[in-house]
C-alpha cells in the first residue's frame, strides 16, 4: 500500500485543518488507518485511528472532541478534520496502514506503510 498524505499548513490556534491520506496499491478491507504525529524532539505518538471495514474509530486523549478521522471508500481515502487547533498540535503528521489487532494500534511500531508526512504548524 502506498500512501500520500497532505493538507497540513500554518494555521492560528482555534483553527482548523483538515489532513488527507490518499491510499493506492491494493485493497484495504483488511487494514486499518492511523494517523500519528511526531514533534520535534518527542516520540512519534498516535492520533488516531479507523477500520477500514465497520468504521470504527479510535481517538487519543488529547484530540478527543477536537479532531474527526473519516474515510472515503470510493476514493480510498482518510481525512482527518482538527477543529480547535492548539500549538501543542504542532508536529509533522503521518498517516499509516497495520492489519494489527484493535487493541495494538495505537503502537506505531506495528504499522508497516506510512506516507511521507504533512507538517502542521498553529501559532499561539
Known amino acids: 500500500v502506498q500512501l500520500q498524505a497532505s493538507g497540513g499548513g500554518l494555521v492560528q490556534a482555534g483553527g482548523s485543518l483538515r489532513l488527507s491520506c490518499a491510499a493506492s496499491g491494493r485493497t484495504l478491507s483488511s487494514y486499518t488507518l492511523g494517523w500519528f504525529r511526531q514533534a520535534p524532539g518527542k516520540e512519534r505518538e498516535f492520533v488516531s485511528a479507523i477500520r477500514w471495514s465497520g468504521g470504527g474509530t479510535r481517538y487519543a486523549d488529547s484530540v478527543k472532541g477536537r479532531f474527526t478521522i473519516s474515510r472515503d471508500l470510493a476514493k480510498n481515502m482518510v481525512f482527518l478534520q482538527m477543529n480547535s487547533l492548539k500549538p501543542e498540535d504542532t508536529a509533522v503528521y503521518y498517516c499509516?496502514?497495520?492489519?494489527?489487532?484493535?487493541?495494538?494500534?495505537?503502537?506505531?511500531?506495528?504499522?508497516?506503510?506510512w506516507g511521507q508526512g504533512t507538517l502542521v504548524t498553529v501559532s499561539s
Open positions: 499509516a496502514t497495520t492489519r494489527i489487532v484493535w487493541s495494538e494500534i495505537t503502537n506505531h511500531n506495528r504499522y508497516d506503510n
